[in-house]
């Protein structure tokens, strides 16, 4: 298995709700991550996590709040979200340590509307 | 601050031919790896080709390959055959190596919009 999935493909949520965006993996990637992207630009970094831990939050607002229950599974809570939220969103996941195989592995992302 | 910049938004190229994306980038660290990703309408982001800056010979894949200059901080793409299934936005990314670690934040360019004619 080579690849990342993600869930839902799609979402529309109102700003009062509470939904979650799932990640999986089956590679053995100890460094997961999140990416959001807006149309026509680059993704951009939110959260980094490795061997489980988060290791980097780019300071993102506190409506989005990430997990990582186990090695193989990522998860973004999202609750009170604005409609500037809408975006791509992207996981991805590479090894931790040196590897002739460097890039990291994306998903194909959730494409989050915010009504 | 690292930053990669890509100063062309949109390129097209017809099919058969040759195209090459520039990219240049700026950076204090003298080790850290460099990729070309592509994403067609399905989303995807996917690795077309790396380059470690630590070696002087460019990378190649298949139809795709890169001409690194390092000194001058620059790492274009070149497509050669150009197919239909080229059509896509390219991303030139940076990442450092810290540690000899393999993970860490990608800085992405801007992006070039590739438009293959028929």
């Known amino acids: 298995d080579t690849e990342v999935t993600q869930t839902p493909k799609h979402l529309v949520m109102g700003m009062t709700n509470k939904k979650s965006l799932k990640c999986e993996q089956h590679m053995g990637h100890r460094a997961m991550y999140w990416y959001k992207q807006k149309a026509k630009k680059p993704p951009e970094l939110m959260f980094v996590y490795s061997y489980e831990k988060l290791s980097i939050n780019e300071s993102v607002p506190s409506r989005f709040s990430p997990e990582c229950p186990n090695s193989s599974l990522l998860n973004l809570h999202l609750h009170a979200l604005q409609p500037e939220d809408s975006a791509l969103y992207l996981c991805?996941?590479?090894?931790?340590?040196?590897?002739?195989?460097?890039?990291?592995?994306f998903g194909s992302g959730t494409r989050l509307t915010v009504v | 601050a690292q930053t990669v910049t890509q100063s062309q938004p949109e390129m097209s190229v017809q099919e058969a031919e040759t195209v090459t994306l520039s990219c240049t980038y700026d950076t204090s660290e003298s080790d850290y790896y460099l990729f070309w990703y592509k994403q067609p309408p399905s989303r995807q982001m996917i690795l077309v080709i790396r380059?470690?800056?630590?070696?002087?010979q460019n990378a190649t894949e298949n139809r795709f390959s890169v001409n690194f200059q390092k000194a001058a901080k620059s790492f274009s793409l070149k497509i050669s055959d150009s197919q239909l299934g080229d059509a896509a936005m390219y991303f030139c990314a940076y990442r450092v190596n810290a540690g000899g670690t393999s993970y860490g934040k990608l800085t992405f360019g801007q992006g070039t919009i590739l438009t293959v004619h028929p």
């Open positions: 991805a996941s590479s090894p931790i340590h040196d590897n002739p195989n460097y890039g990291y592995t």
């Open positions: 380059q470690e800056a630590y070696k002087q």
